[in-house]
């Protein structure tokens, strides 16, 4: 990832690394009643009121799963309808074998058709204003 540093300056805006629990409740439930946590490879939240010293209660601004062979399948069809029920308004699956980009983004409450994208050049988070990831260097750093 590239440029966010810059990007996030002087912002709420945060990045976080795996591993780092995101809990997603249905609704307003307490935190010892949520059955829904997630490690998202790495994510951004916005509001730092989410953030506590159990990680993080509710859905991030923007968050990134790097697939390989072993968690394909489960992030695909595990996690994107979590995602998307928690209401996550953008989710990248990052395939650095098949070098492409899917980005799923909230419309109404769902995702609608995922954009899929070859993973090269420069690709911007439109649910975090400003920042734009650098997918070359993020496939070198990948390899």
């Not at 300056?9 to 976080?16: D, H, I, L, N, Q």
């Not at 307490?30 to 990680?55: A, H, L, N, Y």
């Amino acid at each position: 990832m590239t440029h966010y540093r810059c990007a996030l300056e002087g912002r709420s805006c945060r990045v976080y690394v795996a591993p780092l629990d995101v809990r997603l409740p249905r609704s307003d439930e307490s935190d010892d009643k949520i059955e829904t946590v997630v490690q998202p490879d790495v994510f951004i939240v916005c509001d730092r009121g989410k953030t506590d010293e159990r990680g993080v209660r509710g859905a991030p601004d923007w968050l990134a799963e790097v697939l390989s062979p072993s968690t394909a399948s489960y992030d695909q069809g595990v996690k994107i309808p979590l995602y998307e029920r928690a209401g996550v308004p953008e989710v990248w699956l990052i395939h650095p074998t098949d070098r492409t980009l899917t980005i799923y983004r909230l419309e109404a409450g769902r995702y609608g058709c995922a954009a899929v994208l070859e993973l090269k050049g420069q690709t911007p988070i439109t649910s975090v204003s400003g920042v734009t990831i650098d997918c070359d260097r993020l496939l070198a750093n990948l390899a």
